[in-house]
């Protein structure tokens, strides 16, 4: 997938789908590793009115995406505040229950929502999907990142696949919501 975006289908300028994602909600209970939290849903309209920044990774506990993607934003988090973020959140095809103990195993608590999009069945209908079959991990959602300013897309960047983190880095959404 190259980073022109080629296939997809979201662009700068664009309104952000609908969709609705199930996930873990962050609370104190949950430093207890014993506890396993109660799934909700987010909706992408509760973005209304928000500057959201939407990393998407492969999986969770994979090579990059636990050692390279999830923790810089983390260390960034509070960079990203002082930006007018509101909210970041990290999607992958993994299940609610793994993406909670995946942010909770990083230390992330409430600076980051982790969220659920089960066999990319939001991102694949954008071109954002990424079919691992052949490793046997099914269709996951693609590396990428978007940045949402009141439901309008600013910014969106897909990783070419194999490249590793790059456009979709905390360190190049930081650098764009500069000029947003």
């Not at 662009?11 to 994602?21: A, K, R």
């Not at 207890?32 to 939407?54: I, Q």
């Not at 229950?97 to 954008?126: C, H, T, Y």
Request: charge should be negative; include cysteine.
């Amino acid at each position: 997938m190259p980073s022109d975006l080629a296939g997809v289908k979201l662009f700068v300028g664009d309104q952000l789908p609908e969709g609705t994602f199930p996930y873990v909600p962050y609370t104190p209970a949950l430093d207890d590793h014993s506890a396993c939290g109660v799934p909700a849903t987010l909706s992408t309209k509760d973005w209304a009115g928000k500057k959201v920044v939407l990393f998407a990774v492969p999986g969770a506990f994979t090579p990059t995406c636990h050692v390279d993607h999830l923790p810089a934003y983390l260390k960034n988090s509070q960079k990203f505040k002082d930006k007018g973020v509101d909210v970041i959140a990290v999607l992958a095809a993994n299940d609610p229950f793994v993406m909670s103990g995946w942010v909770r195993a990083e230390g992330v608590k409430d600076e980051i929502i982790a969220l659920s999009d089960i066999n990319a069945q939001w991102s694949a209908p954008l071109g954002l999907s990424l079919d691992l079959s052949h490793r046997g991990f099914g269709t996951r959602t693609a590396r990428y990142a978007i940045i949402v300013d009141d439901l309008v897309v600013k910014y969106i960047k897909l990783e070419p696949v194999g490249t590793g983190v790059t456009v979709s880095s905390a360190e190049q959404v930081l650098e764009a919501l500069d000029s947003i």
